[in-house]
């Protein structure tokens, strides 16, 4: 469980360069990962299961949750299910009591919406889940759940019974607290499969992504992408200058007569913080976000604000989570978008199985910008340039490192 505890917690292995933990790099370019026939399944379960072996030595308690992306209904290139039952074997194998898959409601419209699936009856989010195989019965093996709709928790399995909760962590730089999933806080080990595609605000969907935005609730998804806007009440706001004061981006001025601040939606990025401070005094302050939500805003940071959320919601659980990244049918655009894509590389390039997120995606960016120009394809490369500025930006505020040792084996 994530404790509401208030000071931020890197392990060393995430700082020092001497006990990095490393990175194993599976190379699988002999098959079409994609199309596999079902005997190349049985076989990466096998090799995943070694690699999260190597890099997990210590028992398994309690929850286990496989955090996945099911994909929109027309999304052909999305995530094997088949390829995350060597990660519940060896949940299982290690003292779990119940293993489930799981990813939260998204913001928008569509199959896996929070407006499509209200909290009573998440039913259209579970339809495409047991379409795409992710259930017992399936080619996942083991049940789904809808990590922010507690109706679809499994007794005796896997328990959680809030939609998200909110926790405070202080030292993380643009946030204060944290609005996680329930059913991720409910986790006591997780493995984070990942699938690496482009996309168009992050530069790279990887690790670090399915954390930040798969594991966060509403209220986070809608501060990252800076929708979140405060909205004053003129007869409660007393004019203290508080909010003024503690706002992280100077985004708030308050000119001699007016009845409340002013926000500069430019520079707002939907922290809450002058919610936070105003809350034991006047409650004044509420963050709203509109209905004609521009998905674009703030896409100048958003990689820098995903992982700040990422640090925040990984607090105490960087010890008890393997990320596993799919490098295979690599598409321009993301998992999230509901349309057929085709892969922009003629071959897969495997996995890669870490325990630092940033340093998982940053090593993903080169394998993949290397594969692409062996390919002679034309790119501007602008998601290697985000995934070096993220990885530039987590160790300068947090001491984080992006490069760790890399044990490489085949898939054969």
Not at 16 to 33: E, G, H, M, R, V
Not at 137 to 163: H, I, S, W
Not at 307 to 336: F, Q
Request: hydrophobic share 35%; aromatic share 8%; charged share 25%.
């Amino acid at each position: 469980m994530i404790p509401n505890k208030d000071s931020l917690q890197i392990p060393e292995e995430m700082k020092s360069a001497k006990q990095a933990w490393p990175i194993i790099y599976i190379d699988t370019q002999k098959f079409n990962l994609w199309r596999a026939p079902e005997g190349v399944a049985y076989l990466v379960s096998d090799v995943l299961h070694t690699a999260i072996s190597r890099l997990h030595k210590r028992p398994v308690h309690g929850q286990t949750l496989l955090k996945v992306h099911i994909g929109e209904p027309n999304c052909v290139t999305r995530m094997r299910p088949e390829y995350t039952v060597g990660s519940s074997r060896f949940a299982y194998e290690n003292g779990a009591i119940g293993v489930v898959a799981g990813d939260t409601t998204v913001a928008y419209s569509g199959p896996r919406g929070q407006k499509e699936n209200p909290l009573a009856n998440p039913s259209q989010y579970l339809r495409l889940a047991y379409k795409h195989g992710w259930s017992r019965n399936g080619k996942a093996g083991v049940p789904f759940v809808v990590l922010d709709r507690p109706v679809t928790a499994k007794e005796g399995e896997y328990e959680f019974d809030q939609e998200q909760e909110r926790v405070e962590v202080h030292g993380v730089n643009h946030y204060r607290d944290f609005h996680v999933s329930s059913g991720f806080a409910a986790a006591d080990f997780v493995i984070n499969h990942a699938h690496l595609t482009l996309h168009g605000l992050a530069g790279l969907a990887g690790c670090v992504k399915s954390i930040a935005m798969g594991c966060s609730g509403l209220t986070g998804k809608l501060r990252m992408h800076r929708l979140l806007l405060p909205q004053f009440d003129p007869e409660l706001c007393t004019c203290c200058e508080q909010c003024v004061e503690s706002c992280p981006e100077g985004a708030l001025h308050l000119k001699e007569g007016d009845l409340y601040p002013s926000v500069d939606p430019d520079l707002c990025i939907g922290c809450g913080e002058c919610e936070t401070v105003c809350a034991g005094k006047q409650g004044a302050v509420k963050m709203l976000s509109k209905e004609d939500a521009d998905w674009d805003r703030g896409g100048e940071n958003f990689p820098v604000r995903m992982a700040d959320y990422t640090i925040g919601l990984m607090n105490d659980k960087w010890n008890s989570v393997v990320h596993v990244l799919h490098m295979y049918a690599i598409t321009k655009r993301c998992d999230c978008v509901n349309i057929r894509q085709e892969p922009l590389l003629k071959r897969d390039l495997g996995f890669l199985v870490g325990k630092n997120p940033f340093a998982v995606d940053r090593l993903a960016a080169r394998i993949l910008a290397d594969a692409l120009n062996k390919e002679g394809h034309a790119t501007d490369e602008s998601f290697l340039q985000l995934a070096a500025n993220t990885a530039r930006y987590v160790y300068e505020v947090y001491g984080i490192l992006a490069e760790t040792p890399v044990n490489k084996t085949s898939l054969s």
